[in-house]
């Protein structure tokens, strides 16, 4: 069966959860002024070689499509609690084709977070050459690909009471490490840490504006390597849990 | 009402493999042994009560049925096929025990959602009107009342199209008008031939809607056989009175008694023709003071049932299915 219409309906019921234009548009584009605003002339945030507006535009790009991609994971929980999950197991809806459905729907809310921020971004003075634009947005949509299988993970472990303070507390954290707030170099005590987890990845994007490579090949192993796992942990749980909760 | 063509089988063929095939199917989750080898068949068309108290064993075997958990022992059949085959060609459509819906849809949107899995669904109008869902169709799922709510699982089941229909103990948040819509709605599908397997535990919709019933108690089938020599089988009353002198023996040897206990200077009687025994008890023993004719509960009915059928060995519901299904 095609998995088109049902993701359509997908979509539908996503944009009508409040809980996800708070966590995934609005939240952002707050904290975006908030931080970014008053530093909107500085050319050079800390040493990074990248103005303020740009970075903390795809730092809380990250931070936003983080959100959208892993609220898959609290509709899942929900979808189960209500035996719903089970409803579907018993309809001709493949389990690819259920993943499909999930995956692309948290990739479009993520990509409309995406062009939200890109908007504020540029009421701040961004300004980047269109190649620059869509590189920057090719390697988040790329960097985002371990955060739909978490999604998908963490839906078919949490309960729908614990995944609300799961997502929130993963993704402050995962932001923070990240580089999110502030941009890690190479003296920085979390760089070892944040180096080797995705979401640094994501932040690092804003240097496409610098030239050259925003990757380096540690970062395309890094992203290749969790999404890997993660998929397969994602399986997993799918599999495993058949059972009435 | 419209759309009603729409839901008779195409075409029946006479050596069509049975609608659900199911041999010494057996299920254990930890220390529980939920289902214990049990063997059940339902032919094409046929509407069968899965009958039985909470924790018999029903909704395990149905989850089987269904493919959703796999069987430790024995095997499962839907029309010849795997479970997973038949589910994923779209033959059946169930209605879950104890499910809820998903929110921010509205009812109708919802429906053609699961419409949009199938390859040949009813439409959602005709869905809609089959259930009774036409006022609350623009209502979003998550505003409906506990009725509505079933009314629109029971119309998710249907949308499918089925060939067979397996809906788990689908009444049990009903009110009484909606009962008696749901059971008119089911009486006009099972006329176009559908296959129809719901489990229960009220013996009355069973007596009332089903060609068959089958009766489970503690994992197994204790009976099968249609529905009015179940309701005779579980039809049990007791009666009570105190009688300090008789012994157990010579009590349960009055005509229509089947067991009898002491508890100190009471006595209870367990009877298939309560009239037959209290005459003969009165006869017998006419000091016999404080008596109470009850009718038992289904639990206590198919306790009893149980009991007799691990003292007689599988005499009993053997026999039954010998006289239900002449071949």
Known sequence: MSALPYTRFELLRTVRNRRFFILSLVFPVVLYFLVAGPQRSNRDLLGSGISAPLYYMVGLVAFGTMSAMLSSGARIATERAAGWTRQLRISPLSPRAYFRA????????????MVVMYVCGATLGVHLPAGEWL????????GLAPFAALGILLGHLLTPESIGPALGGGVALLAFVGGTWFPLTTHNFLYSIAQFIPSYWLVQASHVALGGRAW?????????????????????AYRRDTGRL | MPGRELL??????????????????????????????????????????LLGPNGAGKSTTIDMILGLSEPDDGAVSVFGDTPAAAIGGGLVGAMLQSGALIRDLSVRELIA????????PLGVDDTIALTGLEEAAS??????????TQRVRFAVALVSNPRLLILDEPTVAMDVEGRRSFWETMRELASRGKTILFATHYLEEADAYADRAVLMAGGRVVADGPPTRIKAMVGVRTIRATLPVAEVAELTRLPGVTAAERHGQAIVLSCSDSDSAIRA???????????????????????????AQSSLGAALPRSLRAGAQPS
């Not at chain 2, 209502?139 to 509505?148: A, D, F, I, V």
């Open chain 2, 8 to 49: 008779a089988c195409p075409g029946t063929h006479l050596e069509t493999p049975a609608a659900i095939e199911a041999r010494s199917l057996s299920k254990r989750y930890g220390s529980i042994e939920a289902v214990r080898g049990i063997d059940l068949e339902v032919t094409t068309g046929e509407t069968v009560a």
């Open chain 2, 113 to 120: 959602m699961v419409a949009s899995l199938y390859p040949q």
């Open chain 1, 135 to 142: 590189k920057m947005t090719a390697l988040i949509v790329i």
């Open chain 1, 102 to 113: 999930k995956v692309l729907t948290a990739y479009l809310m993520a990509l409309l977070s």
């Open chain 2, 281 to 307: 008890l009165l006869e017998r023993f006419p000091e016999a003071s404080d008596i109470e004719i009850a009718a038992a509960g289904l639990e206590e009915a198919f306790l009893e049932l149980t009991a």
């Open chain 1, 216 to 236: 380096d090949l540690k970062g395309w192993l890094v992203i290749a390597a969790w999404t890997v796992v993660l998929t397969a942990l994602a399986r997993r």
């Open chain 2, 139 to 148: 209502q979003r799922t998550q505003k409906l009342s506990g009725g509505q």
